[in-house]
């Protein structure tokens, strides 16, 4: 299968993400939140060790992917700077403000924007590609989905909630 045979996604799928990743990500923050510092910042053996380091890199590829599709500043450290840094108060505010940017985005998208190909450079993979823009609408979710359900179990197993994540019933509350 190649990436232009893959059916496209519309510009309501993104806005119906862009939503749900913004109530989600409100979430898992809060609930990161009631943890100390140092319960954030424990390795905990995920990919991105901690809770802190795998809510910064959701953000990092949030931002690096905003840069290629609506034109923000791309991150300024590497993919394997990603989770680093930051103090946890400013990350919050840099998500808040990045998630209504997201929603902004896609309600502006349109069935052409998606159905185009876009060329970028992948720092990590060390060279071009072009894609079809609805395949990476898709992945660019797809990506906050799964680095989410990693800070969750993490979340959860360090004793706080978040209450429901599924699509439907997240949606079904706002």
């Not at 998630?99 to 309600?107: F, L, Q, R, T």
């Amino acid at each position: 299968m190649t990436a232009s045979s893959i059916a496209l996604v519309s510009p309501a799928f993104a806005r119906t993400m862009a939503a749900y990743n913004a109530e989600m990500n409100r979430r898992l923050f809060d609930a990161a939140g009631r943890l100390s510092p140092e319960e954030r910042a424990r390795d905990r053996g995920a990919f991105w060790k901690s809770i802190h380091g795998t809510l910064a890199h959701i953000l990092w590829g949030d931002t690096n992917w905003m840069s290629r599709f609506d034109g923000w500043a791309p991150p300024n450290v590497t993919i394997k700077e990603s989770a680093a840094g930051t103090d946890f108060a400013d990350l919050v505010a840099r998500r808040r403000e990045a998630d209504a940017k997201i929603v902004a985005w896609a309600d502006r998208l349109t069935e052409a924007w998606l159905a185009e190909d876009m060329v970028w450079f992948s720092g990590a993979a060390q060279r071009e590609f072009r894609t079809v823009r609805g395949l990476l609408v898709t992945h660019f979710f797809n990506h906050q989905t799964h680095h989410r359900g990693q800070a969750h179990a993490m979340i959860t197993a360090a004793g706080e909630t978040t209450g429901d994540t599924d699509l439907f019933l997240v949606l079904g509350m706002m």
